[in-house]
Nanobody, 116 residues
C-alpha cells in the first residue's frame, strides 16, 4: 500500500502562482510514474503532468509553459509548480502514483481556485 498526502492548494488571483506537493509513504519501492491530474466541476478527470522514474516529463497542452512537475526521489515527493494561473485552472488536483505493476494510487485531492 502507498499513502499519498497532498498539500499546497488554495485560492489565488489570476496570474498568480501555487506549488502543490504530494508525499508518498508506505510501500514506495516500485513507484514508477508520479503525476498530477485535475477535475473541474462537471468535467472528467484529466492529466496535467507526469514525471517518469527515468526523469522524463509530459504535460497537457494547457499546462505547457506555465506548469512544471518535479520529483524528489529521496523524499518520494512530487511537486507541481503552477505559474500564471487562469480561472480555467480551477479544479480539484489529484496526485497519482503508478507502480511497476501498473497499480494506481490516488491522493485525496486538493482544491485550487483561481479568481478572475
Amino acid at each position: 500500500q502507498v499513502q499519498l498526502v497532498e498539500s499546497g492548494g488554495g485560492l489565488v488571483q489570476a496570474g498568480g502562482s501555487l506549488r502543490l506537493s504530494c508525499a508518498a509513504s508506505g510501500s514506495t519501492f516500485g513507484i514508477n510514474d508520479m503525476a498530477w491530474y485535475r477535475q473541474a466541476p462537471g468535467k472528467q478527470r484529466e492529466l496535467v503532468a507526469r514525471a517518469s522514474r527515468s526523469g522524463g516529463t509530459n504535460y497537457a497542452d494547457s499546462a505547457k509553459g506555465r506548469f512544471t512537475i518535479s520529483r524528489d526521489y529521496a523524499k518520494n515527493t512530487v511537486y507541481l509548480q503552477m505559474n500564471n494561473l487562469k480561472p480555467e485552472d480551477t479544479a480539484v488536483y489529484y496526485c497519482n502514483v503508478r507502480m511497476e505493476t501498473s497499480l494506481d494510487y490516488w491522493g485525496q485531492g486538493t482544491q485550487v481556485t483561481v479568481s478572475s
